[in-house]
């Protein structure tokens, strides 16, 4: 069973850069892709990006963080990392890393939240303006 724990989340000023960090761990055979999805109290859980991490490098983003979110990983350390600039208040929320079923890849998933199964606790991103 996959297990994902995140790190990194605080406060910031607007314009400022957070760098959050999810830690895997007992990776089954066949997980190929993580994800970061982050959810605002009263919203629905919104896909940020996703990369995958077996046979490839492919990354996705959601259109609010492109080209201001860069999400990466880390084989030796076992982290997909999630390195946030240009923050704005409207990225307050609760962050989360979460990881499909086995043999779904990225390509197939991408950023639908229905399609991860397994989920870190999350970490809290404080933006103020």
Not at 62 to 70: E, H
Request: proline content about 2%; aromatic content about 8%.
């Amino acid at each position: 069973q996959v297990q994902l724990v995140e790190s990194g989340g605080g406060s910031v000023q607007a314009g400022g850069s957070l760098r959050l960090s999810c830690a895997v761990s007992g990776v089954a055979a066949g997980t190929y892709c993580v994800g970061w999805f982050r959810q605002v109290e009263g919203k629905e859980r919104e896909g940020v990006a996703a990369m995958t991490i077996a046979g490839g490098t492919r990354t996705y983003y959601g259109d609010s963080v492109k080209g201001r979110f860069t999400i990466s990983r880390d084989n030796v350390k076992n982290t997909v990392n999630l390195q946030m600039s240009a923050l704005k208040a409207e990225d307050t929320g609760i962050y989360y890393c979460a990881a499909p079923r086995p043999g779904h890849s990225c390509t197939r998933v991408g950023l639908d939240v229905d399609e991860y199964i397994v989920w870190g606790q999350g970490t809290q991103v404080t933006v103020s303006s």
